[in-house]
């Protein structure tokens, strides 16, 4: 409790990065993936087989972990799951990138009657929480696989949008810039050659981040029965379907659960070293 | 610096600059209203414009040709859209929402319940449903990243960094399956059902609310607690307090009589930004522990299509939602002295 340390220490320290962590978040995330590549050769059962005549069956040396509402294999599910669930946040996250960036890039770039546009539609789309906004746009589209895609990557997008813009905006001033706009080149090459290899990397740990939203609102939406629906299953729907097992104790609910979390997590921990290197955390 | 200046002439300086703050505070309070405005055009055009004809939508394979005019004819569906909008703007402001749609099938048009009236009373379980998190977690997070922030680096600011990463990953229904798991199934504490009636004691209502409560705490808790810690962080920097840290001033000193007043306004913000952020958190938990709130009621409507219904709670959500964030830039505002004392 010597004055001097304590004085040094009243100013924030930056903390070494969580390599270790980081290392954690490479290895659950890599699983993962290596899950959604081969898990369904994995599976020890067909996704629609039947493996006890009754629900929720416990947890044993046939079924890893017991059998879900109707008797199918909890375990082959989550691994046949992790595909769908994987691939569907992949798919709708670069949506959300391409549809983001382009938009945001070129906002800050035209800077004139396009920018304030897009900006101000943006802003009133952010003035929904995203669930809210989902939820409107499913009962006017119903749910189906593109719709889900194309209602969560748009509402992703306008998270990238305003990044993507900030980013471009600081950009845009800058002399290389003004010289391939004074050579003549047109906004589309200066976003692809002049901004996006600037901005790679806040983009990159952007797209970590986006991608966790993007499997959080998914499994959202399926866990509220609004998302993948029968008989296809991602984890959220696998959650949604188990859920009265809870009370039986029942690991089909608490399985899909927990795998999209350590997804997410494992991500985030990815992210966080990112951002930790990076030095800002970008708003949720 | 800010913080001498404010205590050296608080009455002169707040009379001088009072017109400023009062113009900045009624622009952010009209674009609110702007944005609000937007926002019901946007619920307006996305339910009832997109999905060509409604009435089949809700009616589906077997709609005949009678109850297609009939339920076309009580939503107003023969007049112009603009029309329809204004007409639905001007109830909605006066709290009538129309009818559900509910019961509509065999094309009886009137037999819908108010959508007011089926709101009403989910409303105020939702709003006691968030209003107890808040109770719970805004105390508890200031507390947390008071304390994060003052010895940074310290265990709990690292065990709250970490929570706090779970927190944001993890979803609501996890953690609330995990909550009913432990203290529903393996120690029979807690019914795992929010069952609400008029006819329940104090006691009964708590023991039903605690564990959406408690779920949603978690999800809010560590995140708030963060930016708690990084908002009095930032001021922190402040070279008036490294000033007031090398002219010898206490830990304690130095945050609660430097810091603290100019941390305000952004933890006001933090405050608000995260209330926004249970509305999102409030449609899972409900549906988790089937509580009676709106949220609920909107995801069964959206079920259902019940377009009415899921139009008002859009609309009431948007309104809470973009309320909080309008509290939080006014108190942001007015916490701001740089912004009450103009030079």
Redesign the interface.
Known sequence: MT?EP??V?????E?PTMNAAAWIGVVVVGFWILIALVGSSLAPFEEGKLVTTFGYGPAGKITLLGSDYIGRDVFSRLLIGARLTLALALITTVFAFVVGLVLGFAAALSSGWLDTVLSRGI???L??????LA????????SSIPVLVAVVGLIEATRVFRLARALAVDLSVTEFVEVARARGEGTWWIMRAEILPNTLFPLATEFGMRF?FTI?LL??LS????GVQPPLADW?AM?REN?SG????SMA??AP??A??SL??G???IV?SFVRDYGAKAD? | MHAIVESASPSKAGQTSLPKVASLLIRRLSLGIVTLWITSVLVFVGTEVLPGDVVELVLGQGATPESVAAIRKSMSLDRPAHTRYFNWLVGALQGDFGRSLAGDVAGTAESGREVAGLIGERLGNSLRLAGMTAAIAVPLSLLIGLLSAMFPGGILDRFVSIAALCAISVPEFFIGSLLVMLFSVMLGWLPAIAYLSDSQTLWETLRAIILPVLTLTFAVLAHMARMTRASLLSVLRSSYIETAVLKGATRWRVVFRHALINAIGPIANVVALNLAYLVGGVVIVESVFAYPGMAKLMVDSVSSRDIPVVQACALIFCAIYVGLNLVADMVAILANPRLRNPK
């Open positions: 004055p304590e004085a220490d009243m100013l924030p320290r903390r802003d009133a789309l003035a929904f929480p995203s669930i809210i939820l409107v746009a499913i009962t006017a589209l119903g966790t959080l499994s959202a866990f509220l029965g609004l959220g959650v859920i809870l009370l039986r104790g609910p608490l659960a927990a999209i979390s997410t997590i991500v985030n921990l966080d949720l």
